[in-house]
C-alpha cells in the first residue's frame, strides 16, 4: 500500500470523529442539512452529504439531536438542533478534543533521541 492511500485512510479515520464533534457544536443553533454542510465546508470540514444526513440520523436516533419540519417555505426543510444530551456530549467532546490536542503537543516536544522519553 503506498503512503497517499495510507495516510488517506488515517485521515478519513481521524475525520468521522470530528464530523461528530462539529456537527453538534454547530447545532446548538437550529439549522438544516445543507447549510451544515455549508458551515463544516466553510471551517475546513469536507464531509459529503451521503455522509451526513445518516450522521445526523444516527445522532437524532441517540437523542442527541431533535428535528422538526419546516413547512413555510415553498421547499420543507428539516431543522436539527442538539437537545440537552447533545449540548452535554459536545461539551465532553470538545473537552477531550482539547485534552488529546494537549497530549500530543507535548508528545511532539519529548526528546527521544537521548532515549529519556
Known amino acids: 500500500m503506498t503512503i497517499d492511500a495510507t495516510l488517506s485512510g488515517h485521515l478519513q479515520e481521524l475525520r468521522r470523529g470530528t464530523v461528530v464533534v462539529a456537527s ?6 437550529p439549522g438544516y442539512g445543507y447549510s451544515l454542510l ?3 465546508s466553510a ?8 455522509t451526513l444526513y445518516p450522521l445526523l440520523r444516527r ?10 419540519w419546516n413547512t413555510d417555505e415553498a421547499r420543507p426543510r428539516k431543522f436539527y438542533r442538539t437537545t440537552p444530551q447533545g449540548d452535554a456530549i459536545a461539551s ?3 473537552g477531550e478534543w482539547a485534552r ?11 526528546d527521544v533521541s537521548d532515549g529519556s522519553g
Open 100 to 110: 488529546l490536542d494537549q497530549a500530543i503537543g507535548d508528545l511532539g516536544e519529548v
Open 43 to 50: 471551517a475546513g470540514f469536507e464531509v459529503e452529504a451521503n
Open 59 to 68: 445522532l437524532e436516533t441517540q437523542g442527541l439531536l431533535t428535528s422538526e
Open 24 to 29: 453538534l457544536t454547530v447545532l446548538r443553533e
Open 92 to 94: 465532553a467532546l470538545r
Open 38 to 40: 455549508e458551515t463544516l
